[in-house]
Nanobody, 119 residues
Framework: QVQFVESGGGWVQPGGSLRLSCVVSGIPMSIYDMTWYRQAPGKQRELVAYSTSPGSEYYVDSVKGRFTISRDNAKKSVYLQMDNLKPEDTAVYYC?????????????WGQGTQVTVSS
């Protein structure tokens, strides 16, 4: 079955860095755009970044230049390198996948990994 298992979150001071990892199972990663979403308290889940199989990347404006998404299809893993973190990056981060044609995330979600940025 489809499963996304996120890890790597934690507490960090503003300006710090974290690297999130996600192990994916149950889908052929090579045909999917791999994604990272986040949900802050009291807010809707938002798409943060995605990586297409041919190698293109998308970032929401608020993280451009600070976050980098990468993927390793052979290891069935997706990563999110987060640098120069800001308090507004505090959220639970989730990985997921969608097809380019639909951009609709899979119905299954992992438990997410909490990222807290504060001094």
């Amino acid at each position: 079955q489809v499963q996304f298992v996120e890890s790597g979150g934690g507490w960090v001071q503003p300006g710090g860095s974290l690297r999130l990892s996600c192990v994916v199972s149950g889908i052929p990663m090579s045909i999917y755009d791999m994604t990272w979403y986040r949900q802050a308290p009291g807010k809707q889940r938002e798409l943060v970044a995605y990586s297409t199989s041919p190698g293109s990347e998308y970032y929401v404006d608020s993280v451009k230049g600070r976050f980098t998404i990468s993927r390793d299809n052979a290891k069935k893993s997706v990563y999110l390198q987060m640098d120069n973190l800001k308090p507004e990056d505090t959220a639970v981060y989730y990985c997921n996948a969608f097809l380019t044609a639909t951009r609709r995330p899979h119905d299954v979600w992992g438990q997410g990994t909490q990222v807290t940025v504060s001094s």
